[in-house]
């Protein structure tokens, strides 16, 4: 059981190249989310989905695509990278606990991006 | 306005002491609540959720404050192991958009 894994841990883009982050989990979590973290400035919410086929945007959406074609797989793509985008990426897989409203979220050990 | 706001610290406290976070939201309709703790470079992992009646796990104690829109977060006997950013989480009444703060810095030193 492999929890949430990211791929790749480290990457250099230039500006207005695109590529895909990665981000799987074998828990059978319905729900599952992107995030980034800046300094200072906590984590933020990228998209989310709540199952396979259905996604939304969270609070800082531009500039990245989401989809969801299978429970395990979430896929970020950044489609022209900016500086503005230099950040660690965390991808998060999330369940109920069966408590009212209670979810449990577990985090992927993050992707660092540095755009140039 | 933030939706979760949270003094950054640091927090530098001796081995053994007694240590308080608190964090504010600013949505009443928020759902759950959890504190997390983040480690250098690494994921934030789960600490514990904060229930409506509070609870303790060990030496950590979370209260929830509905009216005042706060949570808290008690550390006893605290070790050197201790030393994280601790991050106060909430979800709206979406459960599955959480809302994160940035975060308050604890050091323990021996």
């Known amino acids: 059981n492999a929890g949430v894994t990211q791929t790749p841990k480290f990457q250099v883009l230039k500006t207005g190249q695109s590529m895909t982050l990665q981000c799987a989990q074998d828990m059978n979590h319905e729900y599952m989310s992107w995030y980034r973290q800046d300094p200072g400035m906590g984590l933020r919410l990228i998209h989310y989905?709540?199952?396979?086929?259905?996604?939304d945007q969270g609070e800082v959406p531009n500039g990245y695509n989401v989809s969801r074609s299978t429970t395990e797989d979430f896929p970020l793509r950044l489609l022209s990278a900016a500086p503005s985008q230099t950040s660690v990426y965390f991808c998060?897989?999330?369940?109920?606990?069966?408590?009212?409203?209670?979810?449990?979220?577990?985090f992927g050990p993050g992707t660092r991006l540095t755009v140039t | 306005r933030k939706e979760v706001e949270q003094d950054p610290g640091p927090f530098n406290v001796p081995e053994g002491a007694t240590v308080a976070f608190n964090c504010t939201y600013s949505n009443s309709a928020s759902q759950s609540f959890f504190w997390y703790r983040q480690d250098c470079r690494k994921e934030p992992k789960l600490l514990m959720s904060v229930y409506s009646s509070g609870n303790e796990d060990g030496r950590f104690t979370a209260q929830l404050n509905r009216a005042s829109q706060y949570i808290s977060l008690l550390i006893r006997d605290s070790k050197l192991s201790d030393s994280a950013t601790y991050l106060c989480v909430v979800t709206g009444y979406n459960f599955n958009k959480f809302y994160f703060g940035s975060g308050t810095k604890l050091n323990v030193k021996p």
């Open positions: 989905s709540v199952g396979a086929g259905i996604t």
């Open positions: 998060a897989s999330s369940y109920s606990t069966g408590l009212a409203g209670v979810y449990e979220q577990y």
